[in-house]
C-alpha cells in the first residue's frame, strides 16, 4: 500500500521570507500523481500544487513550486515571499495514476505559522 | 461556480446514537468521495462513489457507517451506532474524473464536525 510521510508536524516562517516543507512517499507504481494541500483554520482544503510523475519539470504556481525527486521518492514545497495568508496546514498527498479508483491518500500534514 | 455542500456543520452525540451526514457535490461532478479526518491525521478515505455505484469501500467500518449517494448527485454517510473513536471531521469532496489517467482536482466542502461523548 501507498504511505505518505510528513517528518514535520509544525514549521514557522518569518513573513516575506521562505520556507520548505517535506514529504516523502512509499510507493511501487512508477505512474502517479502528488498534490500539496492547503488547509485553513477554517477547514476547507484547497489544492496547491500537482506533480505528475511522468513529468521531469518541477511544477510551480506562482510563489509556490515544488522539488520532486522520483528516486528518492521525495516532494518537498516551497513557498517563497510568505504572506499571512499562508499560515494553515499543509497536506502532502499521493494518487495512483491508473484506471479505477483515484482515492488521495495523504501524510500526517505540517501546520506552518508565519510570523509578522 | 458553488463548491461542495455539507451539513451540519457541528454535531454532538452520545456514544451508541446514530447520526448522519449530508453532502452535495458540485454540479455535475461524477465522483464523490468521503473522508474521516481525525485530528492531528491527514484524512483517510471512507468511500467512494463513482455515479451512484461504490468505487471503493475497503477502509469503511461497515458494522457500524454506512453510505449512500442518491440518484448520482447527494450523498449521506451514517454512523449507527456511534463509538468514541468516531469523533473526527468527515470531509467530502467531488471531482469530474472518473479514471486515475485523468489530470482533476478533488474540491473538498467545509467537513461536519463530530465529537461522541
Known amino acids: 500500500a501507498q504511505t505518505v510521510t510528513q517528518s514535520q508536524p509544525e514549521m514557522s516562517v518569518q513573513e516575506a521570507e521562505t520556507v520548505t516543507l517535506s514529504c516523502t512517499y512509499d510507493?511501487?507504481?512508477?505512474?502517479?500523481?502528488l498534490f500539496w494541500y492547503k488547509q485553513p483554520p477554517s477547514r476547507q482544503m484547497i489544492l496547491v500544487i500537482r506533480?505528475?510523475?511522468?513529468?521531469?519539470q518541477n511544477a510551480t504556481e506562482n510563489r509556490f513550486s515544488v522539488n520532486f525527486q522520483k528516486a528518492a521518492k521525495s516532494f518537498s514545497l516551497k513557498i517563497s515571499d510568505s504572506q499571512l495568508g499562508d499560515a494553515a496546514m499543509y497536506f502532502c498527498?499521493?494518487?495512483?495514476?491508473?484506471?479505477?479508483?483515484?482515492?488521495?491518500?495523504f501524510g500526517q500534514g505540517t501546520r506552518l505559522t508565519i510570523n509578522p | 461556480e458553488a463548491g461542495v455542500a455539507q451539513s451540519p456543520r457541528y454535531k454532538i452525540i452520545e456514544k451508541r446514537q446514530s447520526v448522519a451526514f449530508w453532502c452535495n457535490p458540485i454540479?455535475?461532478?461524477?465522483?464523490l468521495y468521503w473522508y474521516q479526518q481525525i485530528l492531528g491525521q491527514g484524512p483517510k478515505l471512507l468511500i467512494q462513489?463513482?455515479?451512484?455505484?461504490?468505487?471503493?469501500d475497503s477502509q469503511l467500518p461497515k458494522d457500524r457507517f454506512s453510505a449512500e449517494r442518491l440518484k448520482g448527485v447527494d450523498s449521506t454517510l451514517k454512523i449507527q451506532p456511534a463509538k468514541l473513536e468516531d469523533s473526527a471531521v468527515y470531509l467530502c469532496?467531488?471531482?469530474?474524473?472518473?479514471?486515475?489517467?485523468?489530470?482533476?482536482?478533488?474540491?473538498f466542502g467545509p467537513g461536519t464536525r463530530l465529537t461522541v461523548t
Open positions: 498527498a499521493y494518487r495512483d495514476r491508473i484506471q479505477g479508483a483515484q482515492k488521495l491518500v
Open positions: 510507493t511501487s507504481e512508477s505512474d502517479y500523481y
Open positions: 469532496a467531488s471531482s469530474s474524473g472518473t479514471s486515475g489517467y485523468e489530470t482533476y482536482e478533488q474540491y
Open positions: 462513489f463513482q455515479n451512484n455505484g461504490v468505487v471503493d
Open positions: 506533480q505528475e510523475a511522468y513529468k521531469q
Open positions: 454540479s455535475g461532478h461524477a465522483t
